[in-house]
């Protein structure tokens, strides 16, 4: 079957700028991750969905990091006013439960300017 | 804190040629040790789960070791080929919770 899609794959934006990222999980995955992958550094955790529970955002960086998933569906990733540092590839996985093995989307790859 | 090292952060070797990638992990309580494998412009693929009371496990020619009391994990890739070239990272998930905490990755290069 499909895996897990993500869009854009890439994108340009102005510093200052909104945007949104897009997961499409593989279908019955209940849960579902977002990861930031900074050039040269290892995955960070960003935030953590788990069927109809309150998510774990625990590592979102700031405030202006948001994430929605409706029920065990797509998921969007939010960052307002973009900052340089913001610039990496944001990484999605879901898995059928949160201890399974994780199947990672291809990534959206942000460069904010 | 949990921490994970990988050494070394890029390896080049011949075709056909063995190697072996190195993980060092602090996370506490542990529950599990992955390795996946990233293509450039692609996301990681889990490779092998590897639990505390595993030494050994293999999945073709990628061999995984875990030493639960050093706390050290390898990966050897035997026999390379061009399509082994990529990034192997490591991920250890500890006891508890769902967060794993992921190495910087070992750069591998394989030339014909």
């Known amino acids: 079957g499909a895996g897990v899609s993500q869009s854009p794959s890439n994108k340009v934006t102005e510093k200052g700028k909104d945007v949104e990222l897009r997961c499409d999980p593989i279908?019955?995955?209940?849960?579902l991750y977002w990861y930031r992958q900074r050039l040269g550094q290892g995955l960070e955790f960003l935030i953590y969905?788990?069927?109809?529970?309150?998510?774990?955002k625990s590592g979102l960086p700031s405030d202006r990091f948001s994430a929605e998933r409706t029920g065990e569906s797509v998921s969007t990733l939010t960052i307002q006013r973009t900052q340089q540092e913001d610039s990496a590839v944001y990484l999605c996985?879901?898995?059928?439960?949160?201890?399974?093995?994780?199947?990672f989307g291809p990534g959206t790859r942000l460069l904010v300017l | 804190k949990n921490q994970v090292e990988q050494s070394p952060q890029s390896l080049i070797i011949l075709e056909g040629k063995n190697c072996t990638l190195q993980?060092?992990?602090?996370?506490?309580?542990?529950?599990?040790l992955r390795w996946y494998k990233q293509d450039t412009g692609r996301g990681p693929v889990s490779l092998t789960i590897?639990?505390?009371?595993?030494n050994t496990k293999s999945n073709g020619r990628y061999t995984a070791t875990l030493d639960a009391d050093t706390k050290q994990s390898s990966l050897h890739i035997t026999a390379s080929q061009l399509s082994d070239s990529a990034s192997y990272i490591c991920?250890?998930?500890?006891?508890?919770?769902?967060?794993?905490?992921f190495g910087r990755g070992t750069s591998l290069i394989v030339h014909p």
């Open positions: 996985a879901s898995s059928p439960t949160s201890r399974e093995t994780q199947y």
């Open positions: 279908s019955g995955h209940t849960a």
């Open positions: 969905f788990q069927g109809n529970s309150a998510p774990d």
């Open positions: 993980c060092n992990y602090t996370v506490s309580p542990f529950s599990n």
């Open positions: 590897m639990t505390f009371s595993e």
């Open positions: 991920a250890s998930y500890p006891g508890g919770s769902y967060i794993p905490t």
